[in-house]
């Protein structure tokens, strides 16, 4: 099995009996022992109480399309540590990579087609937060070539919601889950237990609407 871990966008980590490679703001870990590799790609996109200036920045064309050449220059860097593996998933992640156009996303994944050997069944995954979800959205990620969405769900309930700080409300958090299961053969439900002041009812109710929603993976962790 081959694991990722992701990076902040100044640090690097080590990992025994592999090679490490820092793609853009990400890592992927490809052991030699393997003719498979994952390839991990993080964005860092970070929505601020004052989220119209992050909005703003993140949806500049220049912006994108400065980040995407920069991220396929150092995908090309490490392009000889690589060669004859095959790439079995991508990963955007680390923030919310939906804030970027499904055209950046598009011209980032035939940019990877380009430059790598990527498989058939190659799974290609976008986070995505619920405070940003758009209908029209999700479907253009998914003529862009993403196949699987993970959602940052962490509840379902308002009220935790509100002292996680979230932008979104728990019917924004439903209304997400439900159109990303109709649009993506693939989706995955982040959700927190232990938060402040929940009860085991609460976190149960979470995991239970969760299951109802029909997602093929579901993430449920303590904060």
Sequence with gaps: MLNTKALTNTGRA?????????????????????K????????????????????HFAGEAWVQ????????????????QVWG???QSVFFGGGTPSLFSARTIADLIAGFRARLNLMPACEI??????????????????????????????SFDSSMLRALGRVHDGDEALRAANAAVEIFPRVNLDLMLALPQQTLAQALADARQALQIGASHLSFYHL
């Design 14 to 34: 080590r990992h025994n009996h592999g090679t490490d490679i820092a793609v853009g703001s990400g890592l992927g870990h490809f052991s030699k022992d393997f």
């Design 36 to 55: 498979t590799l994952t390839n991990t790609i993080h964005g860092f996109f970070v929505r601020f109480d004052d989220d119209d200036v992050i909005g």
């Design 65 to 80: 399309d400065g980040y995407a050449e920069a991220l396929l220059r150092d995908l090309e860097w490490a392009l000889p």
């Design 85 to 87: 593996r095959r790439v």
């Design 125 to 154: 995954t976008l986070e995505a937060n619920p405070g940003s979800f758009e209908l029209g959205k999700f479907r253009d990620f998914e003529a862009a070539g993403v196949n699987r969405v993970s959602l940052g769900i962490q």
